[in-house]
């Protein structure tokens, strides 16, 4: 749940920015929804991180440039100001094509639901967006269960930037990425029973957008000496359904979930149950001959076999 944030002054004003009418994204071509990232508790607050996805669904190219503006919207289809301050990032002129997404970051102390103020905090059920220069207001509920906003500390919102977006081909003019204009960085995800849950980040640092077919990055086991430890392995188990293309924006970052046995679990099906350690993913872009070994630590057990999820946005 998210809680209503007071009224008044306080609202978060979507800027004038310099683009001309004719050339900006306006209500009518978009679409929006939010996510949250991450909730983490502490003995006194949550603290919540949440995305604002702004789509594209217009036939043409459209363009969005600085803060949106937020209203929240309680269960009597009342809507009030959003307490917040702008994180003092620097707004770029972000090119939307048909089908790619706009992001804006959110963040905030919330309180657990029992420990709400009565009758202060109303319960908000959906979140009023606006982008810059537009009046039309853009309804995402929200069917998450997030923790309460009040008033304790204004909510923290980012400029909008281009984000990671998939499409049935590539887009024209945008080039194969090359693994020399991304980084990597892996890191634990979680742990349930026997299985073991990791991510993988990806961020174009070059200066163009790029396009990668696919899933995204192919991912190989590889011990301390870069040597691949399942060198005939088919590669990791992939999700069902056509891959088509992923779009990463100059300056995006996506990221690949994926799971795998981390216990002697396998041995009924007589499979090797004292694996090497894994000390990297080798990671692959499709088209591209070179590799990054991307540090991580693991023993992968049930002949190395793990599934990956396709490349999302961040």
């Known amino acids: 749940?998210?809680?209503?944030?007071?009224?008044?002054?306080?609202?978060?004003?979507?800027?004038?920015?310099?683009?001309?009418?004719?050339?900006?994204?306006?209500?009518?071509?978009?679409s929006v929804r939010t996510?949250?990232?991450?909730?983490?508790?502490?003995?006194?607050?949550?603290?919540?991180?949440?995305?604002?996805?702004?789509?594209?669904?217009?036939?043409?190219?459209?363009?969005?440039?600085?803060?949106?503006?937020?209203?929240?919207?309680?269960?009597?289809?009342?809507?009030?100001?959003a307490a917040g301050h702008r994180t003092g990032a620097v707004a770029e002129r972000v090119s939307l094509p048909p089908g790619a997404i706009a992001s804006s970051t959110l963040d905030y102390d919330g309180q657990p639901s029992v420990n709400a103020p009565v009758g202060g905090c109303p319960e908000a059920v959906a979140l009023l967006v606006s982008v810059p220069d537009e009046?039309?207001?853009?309804?995402?509920?929200?069917?998450?269960?997030?923790?309460?906003?009040?008033?304790?500390?204004?909510?923290?919102?980012?400029?909008?930037?281009?984000?990671?977006?998939?499409?049935?081909?590539?887009?024209?003019p945008v080039s194969p990425c090359?693994?020399?204009?991304?980084?990597?960085?892996?890191?634990?995800?979680g742990?349930?029973?026997?299985?073991?849950?990791?991510?993988?980040?990806i961020t174009n640092r070059g200066e163009h957008d790029c396009v990668i077919g696919g899933y995204g990055p192919g991912l190989q086991?590889?011990?301390?000496?870069?040597?691949?430890?399942?060198?005939?392995?088919?590669?990791?188990n992939l999700p069902p359904g056509a891959p088509g293309v992923t779009v990463l924006p100059a300056g995006s970052t996506g990221v690949m979930t994926g799971n795998y046995t981390d216990g002697a679990v396998c041995n009924k099906y007589g499979l090797d149950e004292s694996p090497v350690p894994t000390a990297y993913l080798r990671a692959t872009v499709p088209g591209d001959p070179a590799t990054v070994d991307v540090p991580y630590s693991a023993k992968v057990y049930c002949g190395g076999g793990f599934g990956i999820g396709r490349l999302v946005a961040y």
């Not at 749940?1 to 310099?18: E, F, H, I, W, Y």
């Not at 039309?136 to 977006?165: F, H, N, Q, W």
Request: aromatic share 4%; charged share 20%.
């Open 1 to 30: 749940m998210l809680a209503l944030a007071g009224c008044g002054n306080d609202k978060v004003a979507a800027p004038q920015s310099t683009i001309p009418a004719a050339d900006r994204c306006h209500a009518a071509d978009l």
């Open 35 to 81: 996510d949250v990232v991450s909730a983490g508790q502490s003995p006194s607050v949550d603290h919540v991180i949440a995305e604002i996805r702004v789509t594209n669904t217009a036939a043409r190219t459209c363009l969005v440039q600085g803060y949106p503006a937020l209203r929240l919207r309680d269960r009597t289809g009342a809507a009030h100001d």
């Open 135 to 172: 009046t039309g207001e853009l309804v995402a509920p929200m069917s998450y269960d997030a923790p309460l906003v009040c008033k304790k500390r204004p909510v923290g919102i980012t400029p909008l930037v281009a984000a990671v977006y998939h499409a049935d081909t590539a887009p024209s």
């Open 178 to 189: 090359r693994t020399a204009d991304l980084t990597f960085q892996a890191s634990v995800g």
């Open 191 to 201: 742990h349930n029973m026997s299985r073991e849950y990791f991510s993988v980040k």
């Open 221 to 236: 086991l590889v011990d301390a000496n870069h040597n691949l430890q399942y060198p005939d392995a088919a590669g990791a």
